[in-house]
């Protein structure tokens, strides 16, 4: 079945550590985003990727990076430079283009911890 | 600017009655689509419903519809029949900048259907 997968779905970080999150799409999307979820906040947009090896800051980007070397792939780095990373992270698709029009379809998401 | 609001932050409503959570929103675009998501304990996202500004009849699947009033940027969420897992949080949700946009979401209601 085609779909999204995030992991890890739990992820602990130390102080001044970087850490990864994996997103991969097996749905041929061109369109790939990164949200932050945070209580009482919404989705607010990290990155955005509408082509291979092309990527859009969005609302709340410092302290991310983010690669896309392949279609189906879209890390997301969470660096020491992000003074509040604790949050539930959530990946997403879409065919790209126009077609925000159809939405989009989301990870099971990664919940990030500083320890 | 292009704003997402939902100002029920939480409800309930008893098994098998009907919920309406409402939506407003701004935004100087004339053609888009309009989304409700939905987000259950397990955190997944899953599209719910969509709306296209520019047909004038409501979008309805299956216990879901929407009171869409394009004039009045209003997009309420209805629920007939409510279930238990139909307890969730729901988020609101259209592409800012037009059809090609990325989608921006309110801050989400949390329903809670009581037994």
């Known amino acids: 079945d085609g779909g999204i997968t995030q992991s890890p779905k739990y992820l602990f970080r130390k102080e001044g550590q970087n850490v990864t999150l994996s997103c991969e799409q097996n749905?041929?999307?061109?369109?790939m985003y990164w949200y932050r979820q945070d209580p009482g906040q919404g989705l607010r947009l990290i990155y955005y990727s509408q082509i291979v090896n092309d990527f859009q800051k969005g609302d709340i980007a410092e302290g991310y990076s983010v690669s896309r070397e392949k279609k189906e792939s879209f890390p997301l780095t969470v660096t020491s430079a992000q003074k509040n990373p604790t949050a539930f992270y959530l990946c997403a698709s879409s065919i790209g283009g126009v077609t925000a029009n159809y939405g989009y379809t989301f990870g099971s998401g990664t919940r990030l911890t500083v320890v | 600017a292009q704003t997402v609001t939902q100002s029920q932050p939480e409800m309930s409503v008893q098994e098998a009655e009907t919920v309406t959570l409402s939506c407003t929103y701004d935004t100087s675009e004339n053609n888009y689509y309009l989304f409700w998501y939905k987000q259950p304990p397990s955190r997944q996202m899953i599209l719910v419903i969509r709306q296209e500004a520019y047909k004038q009849q409501n979008a309805t699947e299956n216990r879901f519809s929407v009171n869409f009033q394009k004039a009045a940027k209003s997009f309420s969420l209805k629920i007939s029949d409510s279930q238990l897992g139909d307890t969730a949080m729901y988020f609101c949700a259209f592409p800012y900048g037009g059809s090609q946009g990325n989608l921006i979401f309110g801050k989400g209601t949390k329903l809670s259907v009581k037994p």
């Open positions: 749905l041929n999307h061109d369109a």
